[in-house]
């Protein structure tokens, strides 16, 4: 028997500076019961739903910053959402920007939920890779200030088992990097859920602009085909507070083909029932990884965080493999 998963991929058009959470949820609640009206089991948000994309600014005022935040999830106005949800029956995947006491400080993390069907919160992920830059850097058109605003995350990436099925998230820069598909794959993720705020104009590299959405297809299709796994990807796209940001949200079957995708830059809930059995043909062949992978050969990629030299890798390399030998594995 198929599992199907029925998805909504909620794009959102650009947040004002000045909307408000409970205008911003309104949004939200909207595509909710469009996803209800559509069949769906599962609705997933993009990244830093609740706001602007504020990392764009840069603020001296930690205040100023904090704002941004959520202190508590569900919050006062937060909970509006997860009420409908639950009322409607459907889970939801939710990114926002966290604030937290943990370890006895304050922390802020980019983060995303993934809340079921009974409105509990069944898991949560902490976004790895944090891009753009820690200090003002006035050249630019507009700033990226996540690595200033956030700390990179520090719940891995996890899998949660939920919907009759094996759910993984990540957000936005994560989605470019090979090993981020790879951690879930290798605990046997059958859908991956992911949002992003990705401008159109990348200040350090204009020369990539033109290929935005060229490389968005590319990264989520063959994070999909390479891991076996259903990739939802959904976009804050359109033109916010003057930023172009791509939109493109699409369902990505394990093939690695796009099997529905987004018209329009602007509010849009694309679907698809998606059978999470289709994982399993590529999981037991081309990619069954307890047959094919060659880790012992894979000391570099844990091994250096950036380019070594051939010498340098081959030490690496030597050592890796005599753990593996001694492992015997
Ligand atoms: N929000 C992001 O992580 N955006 C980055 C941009 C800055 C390159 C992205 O990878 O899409």
């Known amino acids: ?49 609740l706001t602007t994309f504020f990392p764009r600014w840069f603020y001296e005022d930690q205040a ?9 999830m569900p919050g006062p106005e937060t909970k509006r959402l997860f009420d409908e949800a639950k009322a409607l029956g459907l889970a939801f995947k939710l990114g926002y920007a966290e604030l937290i006491e943990e370890e006895g400080r304050t922390r802020h993390f980019n983060t995303a939920i993934l809340v079921d069907k009974s409105g509990a919160i069944t898991g949560k992920y902490r976004k790895i890779h944090l891009p753009g830059h820690a200090e003002h850097e006035p050249w630019r058109q507009f700033q990226h200030l996540e690595k200033r605003y956030f700390e990179p995350g520090n719940l891995g990436f996890r899998v949660f088992d939920a919907l009759g099925g094996r759910f993984g998230m990540c957000i936005c820069n994560d989605r470019r990097w090979p090993e981020t598909y790879r951690v879930m794959g290798l605990q046997g993720v059958e859908m991956v859920l992911l949002g992003y705020n990705t401008p159109v104009h990348n200040p350090p590299a204009p020369e990539h602009d033109a290929f935005g959405w060229h490389h968005n297809t590319l990264v989520m299709q063959s994070g999909a085909y390479q891991n076996a796994t259903w990739v939802v990807g959904v976009a804050k796209g359109g033109t916010e507070e003057g930023v172009p ?13 796009t099997v529905a995708e987004t018209l329009t830059e602007r509010d849009e809930l694309i679907s698809a ?14 990619f069954a990884f307890e047959r094919h992978r060659e880790p012992a050969n894979y000391g570099l990629i844990t091994g250096t965080r950036g380019v070594v030299t ?7 390399e030597a050592e890796h493999r005599a753990r593996w030998e001694a492992d015997g594995a």
């Open 1 to 49: 028997m198929a599992r199907i998963v029925t998805v909504g991929a909620a794009q959102m058009g650009p947040i004002a500076k000045e909307e408000t959470r409970n205008e911003v949820i309104d949004r939200l609640v909207a595509h909710l019961r469009e996803g209800k009206r559509r069949g769906c089991d599962l609705v997933v948000f993009p990244e830093l739903t």
């Open 64 to 72: 100023d910053i904090d704002r941004w935040f959520e202190s508590e």
């Open 245 to 257: 940001s791509i939109a493109g949200s699409q369902i990505i079957s394990p093939a690695g083909i």
């Open 273 to 286: 029932a998606c059978d999470l059995d289709e994982c399993a043909s590529y999981k037991a062949s081309v």
């Open 310 to 316: 051939p010498e340098e890798a081959e030490r690496i």
